[in-house]
């Protein structure tokens, strides 16, 4: 499927919980703040990544179901923001804009788009961010821990595909959560992870509606496209 049916979609919010690091300062992007491309498609003769660009990297995670690297992995190129802690890869023909709102200490949102120029992600860095929660009913497709985001603070993030319902509307998500999201009637959150002293939010970007069903979204997983983006989201790394 596609990616003409990703962009950001509007949420019906029942409580808004901020949550913020001690002593830690907000990481709204300021409106002095400018953005700037930071990746590009590279080639294997290329230089090696540098904080805040994307080089070429070896396969990362593909999209089996236990998240282990496939022998016909594509290529794939490493983006790291410019503060060098935190890392994903993303296929080697896509490429990462970066909008700064702060440089000390770093605050930053870095958008994925396609080899076609389409939106595929958002990726947030900083110390402060907002949650959501409202009732829902939930079914989960797939959800498995990212390795290079074990050892932070609980609950350990997971790569999660699955999708709320609210009054038979439904709201199809893909991103990283913090822990397991549990099938059933639940609350909706979004997935805020806590990396050393930041916050990260990281979402795959789709449009209202985007799945015709529960088994066409499931199909769409199991296709290139899906399996590009859960290996983004797998690949995520912090050091």
Not at 9 to 29: D, E, H, K
Not at 58 to 78: C, D, F, L, R
Not at 174 to 199: F, K, N, Q, S
Request: charged share 15%; with cysteine; proline share 9%.
């Amino acid at each position: 499927m596609r990616p003409s049916h990703r962009a950001p979609s509007a949420t019906a919010l029942a409580a808004i919980v901020a949550l913020a690091l001690s002593g830690c300062g907000a990481g709204t992007p300021a409106g002095g703040a400018s953005p700037s491309a930071v990746s590009a498609p590279m080639t294997s003769s290329s230089p090696a990544a540098v904080p805040g660009t994307s080089g070429p990297a070896t396969p990362g995670p593909s999209a089996g179901a236990t998240g282990q690297p496939s022998p016909s992995a594509a290529k794939v190129a490493t983006y790291a923001f410019p503060d060098g802690h935190l890392s994903f890869q993303h296929p080697a023909d896509w490429r990462v804009e970066l909008f700064t709102a702060g440089e000390s200490p770093f605050v930053g949102t870095a958008t994925v788009y396609d080899a076609g120029g389409v939106k595929q992600a958002t990726v947030y860095s900083g110390q402060i961010a907002d949650g959501v929660t409202s009732p829902v009913t939930r079914t989960v497709f797939e959800s498995l821990p990212v390795p290079g985001l074990q050892g932070q603070q609980a609950p350990e993030a997971h790569y999660s595909f699955y999708v709320d319902r609210v009054n038979d509307v439904a709201k199809y998500r893909m991103h990283l959560t913090a822990g397991a999201p549990i099938a059933g009637a639940e609350m909706a959150h979004d997935g805020i992870i806590r990396t050393g002293e930041r916050v990260l939010v990281a979402d795959v970007e789709f449009i209202e509606k985007p799945f015709a069903s529960d088994e066409a979204a499931k199909s769409w997983l199991a296709g290139a496209e899906g399996q590009a983006l859960k290996a983004l989201l797998m690949s995520f790394s912090y050091r």
